[in-house]
């Protein structure tokens, strides 16, 4: 009896790992070219929304990511970023004059979406604009 409950559980165990994996998972990726403003025309960087919903090797989510480089302004110079006109947080420029800001997945803040015609901002904290 002991024998037979094991059989049946291991082929159990196979049946359920050999299952397909879901087809009804999605993948999205948006990115936004950014630029610089007038006296900051070096600037670069890139805006990039991704969600997921039962995407293998990847957490279910949004995330957006929000890179620059070239900004002529001092290294540790903090940016205020605004998405759809909404600050979303902030970029501390590194030696390099570039940065990076992410909102990763989580339950309390999802990040904004990013569409065709979404408008994000980087903007220094007197208001003045240097990257969109």
Not at 60 to 81: A, K, S
Not at 119 to 132: H, P, Q, R
């Amino acid at each position: 009896m002991r024998q037979l409950l094991k059989t049946v559980v291991f082929g159990l165990v196979l049946t359920v790992a050999a299952w397909p994996q879901s087809a009804e998972a999605i993948f999205n990726r948006r990115q936004l070219p950014l630029s610089g403003c007038r006296g900051y025309q070096s600037a670069k960087g890139t805006a990039t929304y991704t969600s997921s919903l039962g995407e293998k090797d990847v957490t279910d989510g949004q995330r957006l990511v929000i890179v620059v480089e070239n900004v002529p302004l001092p290294p540790g110079t903090e940016l205020l970023i605004y998405v759809h006109e909404v600050e979303v947080g902030t970029l501390k420029l590194d030696k390099r004059r570039g940065g990076r800001f992410a909102i990763e997945p989580t339950f309390r803040q999802p990040a904004p979406a990013i569409t065709t015609g979404s408008f994000v901002v980087l903007k220094l904290i007197d208001g003045t604009n240097v990257i969109w």
